[in-house]
């Protein structure tokens, strides 16, 4: 899909990922990369396997083939900078998440947008069974409140890659005691797509975790009326937690 390919950076030590969300595309979280770099920092915008494409290629993908594409990422972004931090938009929170219960101190901070790390859908909680009937049910993108503003996302969303999340969302609540590192939360008051459920859980379970409300966004908040406050805010929770200096600072 025009717009959808992926977005990197070169410029100095502090290196951060993002990870866009479920049948989403890098354009989501463009602006945000290139805010970051503006200001120095080097940023791996990935797209993941099966997105940007057709949901029917999605269909045959799983939430390993995401992971797997996030850490060939990180790892090559480790091996070029001196620091790292991992952010995503929504499942992309997710993907973040694990990343930094995996790979610990390796990881300065986290930075999520919306995070979906709980199963409550009442259409995903019947997926597993769904896709044994239905190849796609409509989709869950373009959740933005900015007039004007659109996400490049797919209209319909593939059951069997649907089902498949239900595993990574239990692996990441069982885990989620091993996020260690600061943790910054940007959740929208609004949000039509992931319920209130997942941020009270991380809530709860980290406690060292910062929750700021975005109170004139909906879902995609990236590309949203707050988005400005979460480009500012991440870039200050990256000068507060890295052991270097920005380039640009």
């Excluded at 769904?130 to 004007?148: C, E, H, M, Q, T």
């Amino acid at each position: 899909m025009p717009g959808a390919e992926p977005y990197h950076h070169e410029a100095g030590q502090i290196g951060v990922l993002l990870c866009h969300g479920f049948t989403g595309t890098p354009q989501s979280l463009r602006p945000w990369g290139e805010y970051l770099a503006g200001h120095g920092v080097s940023v791996s915008l990935p797209r993941q396997p099966g997105h940007g494409t057709r949901w029917q290629e999605m269909n045959r993908t799983r939430w390993e083939d995401w992971y797997a594409e996030v850490e060939k990422a990180f790892a090559d972004l480790q091996g070029r900078c001196a620091e790292v931090f991992v952010a995503g938009l929504s499942l992309g929170g997710c993907l973040a998440l694990r990343l930094a219960e995996v790979h610990g101190p390796a990881i300065s901070g986290v930075m999520v947008v919306n995070p979906s790390i709980a199963n409550d859908v009442p259409l995903l909680k019947l997926a597993p069974l769904l896709k044994w009937f239905v190849p796609s049910v409509p989709g869950v993108a373009n959740d933005v409140k900015k007039p004007g503003a659109r996400e490049l996302a797919y209209t319909r969303t593939p059951v069997k890659a649907a089902a498949s999340l239900p595993g990574l969302w239990s692996l990441v609540q069982a885990d989620l005691a091993k996020v260690t590192q600061p943790l910054l939360v940007f959740h929208s008051v609004e949000d039509h797509v992931v319920k209130p459920t997942s941020v009270a859980i991380i809530r709860a379970k980290v406690p060292q975790a910062t929750i700021e409300e975005l109170t004139d966004s909906y879902h995609v908040a990236t590309l949203d009326n707050d988005a400005d406050r979460i480009f500012a805010g991440s870039l200050d929770f990256i000068r507060t937690h890295a052991s270097v200096p920005l380039q640009r600072d």
